[in-house]
């Protein structure tokens, strides 16, 4: 009776899954991170009666756009698509009449039979269709329950010390790999996998790295009052860190990150403060005008005080004054120094760099002995006196080289232009450097 109730329900389960099914996804909302795909039936389908987690050949596979789907076949991962549209699934073992070859698909069909039937009747296969959710899943709060520590740098005061600060706000992640999130994450589920089930989990693990993120942010010379306006920088390097955690173990990255306030103690706040107002006396002129508003409140303070008299009131105003030792006058002075040191020094008359880079005045280099080089359009005279004209300003020797003589009043020139007469024949002019051509 046994063998016969099986090589029925063989039989009919067989008949009954030749239909090719479609498998569809209704959106996935923000709560559901994976779903199982649902097969579509209606009053006027006759596909009523086959088997659960059975796919046939040809069946037809919706995918939505942020949506990502998955066939696993007796567990394991066989087809993957992250497209959107139709995807037709051809290569399943179990074989369907009205897609392909007919006279293949009978053969197999008997073959399927045959096979149920040791299973009691039953397909002993489980083939199933997973929708994961590729969307941002955002609305994740975080605070930091107690203090991170965040190292503060700043440059200009000589500042490098740590505080601790709280922040909070708010995170997305997504989805990258739903092959890594199905298997080591939500499996061979029946049920919606939804976010609740994972959330508590990542905020400690996000936590955990703030601090290892925030140094790095604080490598960069990011102040923490500016952290809102660095989100990306820690987003990456939240990424970076929770890379092993998150990217290569579950297939999730963090897609942003939200900071709504970032408070320090007051303590370290007060320490900052302090800092910085010393550093800002740094400068002599910043002290003179801070020490002026000093004496311009004791006087207005001075003033409207009757109890113990103006004159006293003036006189502790200048002992104090005396005692500290430095007046505005003198720092605005200490500021003038400090500005004149600092002014780039104009170059030496006649000042030359030498090849071997030393600076010179005169007309060897005081280092390696080189002489001035001739600058552009520079002769040196046989006197050793250098020139730029056409004569020595020395001796009155001519610039070496050919020289030509033409009058300049008439024009007339003689037959050696080099050797002219002391006079011109034509107009009596005398020869100059006025009548030098070349």
Request: with cysteine; proline share 5%.
């Amino acid at each position: 009776m046994g063998l016969i109730k099986a090589a029925l329900g063989a039989i009919s389960g067989t008949l009954a899954d030749q239909w090719r099914e479609f498998f569809y996804c209704d959106s996935i909302n923000e709560n559901v991170l994976a779903v199982k795909g649902q097969k579509r039936t209606s009053s006027r389908s006759s596909n009523t009666k086959g088997s659960d987690n059975i796919i046939s050949n040809g069946s037809v596979i919706a995918v939505n756009e942020g949506q990502c789907m998955m066939i696993v076949d007796q567990g394991k991962v066989v087809e993957f698509s992250a497209e959107p549209g139709e995807f037709t699934w051809d290569s399943s073992t179990e074989s369907s009449i009205f897609y392909g070859n007919l006279g293949e698909n009978i053969l197999n069909t008997f073959k399927q039979v045959g096979r149920r039937i040791t299973f009691g009747g039953d397909t002993g296969k489980d083939q199933r269709v997973y929708y994961f959710n590729t969307k941002e899943i955002i609305g994740n709060k975080y605070g930091t329950p107690s203090p991170v520590p965040f190292r503060v740098v700043d440059t200009n005061i000589g500042l490098d010390m740590d505080v601790a600060i709280r922040c909070h706000g708010e995170y997305s992640y997504k989805i990258v790999d739903p092959m890594l999130f199905y298997v080591n994450v939500c499996g061979n589920v029946s049920e919606p996998y939804t976010r609740d089930r994972i959330d508590s989990t990542l905020k400690s693990e996000l936590l955990t790295a703030l601090q290892p993120a925030f140094a790095k942010i604080s490598e960069q010379g990011i102040r923490y009052s500016a952290l809102p306006g660095h989100t990306t920088e820690i987003a990456n390097a939240l990424n970076e860190v929770l890379s092993k955690q998150w990217a290569e173990l579950r297939g999730i990255e963090i897609a942003s990150f939200g900071v709504s306030s970032v408070k320090a103690s007051e303590e370290d706040e007060q320490i900052i403060k302090d800092l910085q107002r010393a550093a800002v006396m740094r400068n002599p002129g910043m002290g003179a005008a801070y020490s002026m508003t000093a004496t311009a409140d004791a006087m207005k303070a001075a003033a409207s005080n009757t109890s113990a008299g103006p004159m006293m009131a003036f006189a502790g105003m200048n002992m104090a004054q005396n005692a500290g030792g430095t007046t505005a006058a003198d720092l605005y002075q200490m500021q003038a120094a400090q500005q004149a040191q600092a002014a780039p020094k104009a170059p030496a008359q006649n000042e030359w760099t030498c090849e071997c880079g030393a600076k010179n005045t005169g007309k060897f280099c005081t280092n390696c002995g080189k002489a001035k080089p001739a600058a552009e359009g520079e002769w040196v005279c046989e006197c050793g006196t250098r020139n730029t004209g056409k004569f020595c300003t020395e001796c009155g020797k001519a610039k070496p080289g050919k020289v030509e003589y033409k009058c300049s009043k008439c024009g007339w020139a003689p037959e050696d232009p080099s050797a002219p007469p002391k006079f011109c024949p034509n107009c009596g002019k005398p020869f100059g450097e006025e009548d030098i051509v070349k």
